[in-house]
T-cell receptor
Framework: GESVGLHLPTLSVQEGDNSIINCAYS??????FIWYKQESGKGPQFIID?????DKRQGQRVTVLLNKTVKHLSLQIAATQPGDSAVYFC?????????????FGQGTTLQVKP | DTGVSQDPRHKITKRGQNVTFRCDPI?????LYWYRQTLGQGPEFLTY????????KSRLLSDRFSAERPKGSFSTLEIQRTEQGDSAMYLC???????????FGSGTRLTVV
């Protein structure tokens, strides 16, 4: 089946540096993409989303980039902090997305070194 | 209403027993989702409710699994004759028709021994 996957299982960065987490998706018909953060023992927490008619969207310290040509999604975190340490998942809503069903990738663990 | 609540947080059960989990969504959300997450993996879709109607079920939801949302508010997920392979985190999420961004609960971690 189609899936959303992440390039690296673990990313280690120094506090204060910028982090870039990548994701490749396979469903070219997907219309909506979301990044989630999951801390240990908690459910996924919404970070930022982007629709397929956009290339870039910025939030507070986070930016999502969408490259539909190569079906690639990335999450950039500026000035990474220890509180950013978590597992990050990209997810997509395939097809028309009427149900809102999400397909998640496997996750990247971000480790922030003080 | 502080978010999506799930109960219990943890459940340990013996193989072959039945278990039931409860999810209370955000009150104004009409959509409710169940996902399953195993260690190191992303959540996998199980089923979706719009109000009280169960509109989609994954192939992952075998005959031993049943989910209900009788009044369009809280939902229950029951697993009958549990197997060790059912051990996972069961996540509930809710959203509205106007805003598809989910709010997830903290999950119920099931361990089948």
């Amino acid at each position: 089946g189609e899936s959303v996957g992440l390039h690296l299982p673990t990313l280690s960065v120094q506090e204060g540096d910028n982090s870039i987490i990548n994701c490749a998706y396979s469903n070219s018909a997907s219309d909506y993409f979301i990044w989630y953060k999951q801390e240990s023992g908690k459910g996924p927490q919404f970070i930022i989303d982007i629709r397929s008619n956009m290339d870039k969207r910025q939030g507070q310290r986070v930016t999502v980039l969408l490259n539909k040509t190569v079906k690639h999604l990335s999450l950039q975190i500026a000035a990474t902090q220890p509180g950013d340490s978590a597992v990050y998942f990209c997810a997509e809503i395939p097809g028309s997305g009427n149900t809102g069903k999400l397909i998640f990738g496997q996750g990247t663990t971000l480790q922030v070194k003080p | 209403d502080t978010g999506v609540s799930q109960d219990p947080r943890h459940k340990i059960t013996k193989r072959g027993q039945n278990v039931t989990f409860r999810c209370d969504p955000i009150s104004e959300h009409n959509r409710l989702y169940w996902y399953r997450q195993t260690l190191g993996q992303g959540p996998e879709f199980l089923t979706y409710f719009q109000n009280e109607a169960q509109l989609e079920k994954s192939r992952l939801l075998s005959d031993r699994f049943s989910a209900e949302r009788p009044k369009g508010s809280f939902s229950t997920l029951e697993i009958q004759r549990t197997e060790q392979g059912d051990s996972a985190m069961y996540l509930c999420a809710s959203s509205s028709d106007r805003d598809i961004r989910y709010t997830f609960g903290s999950g119920t971690r099931l361990t089948v021994v």
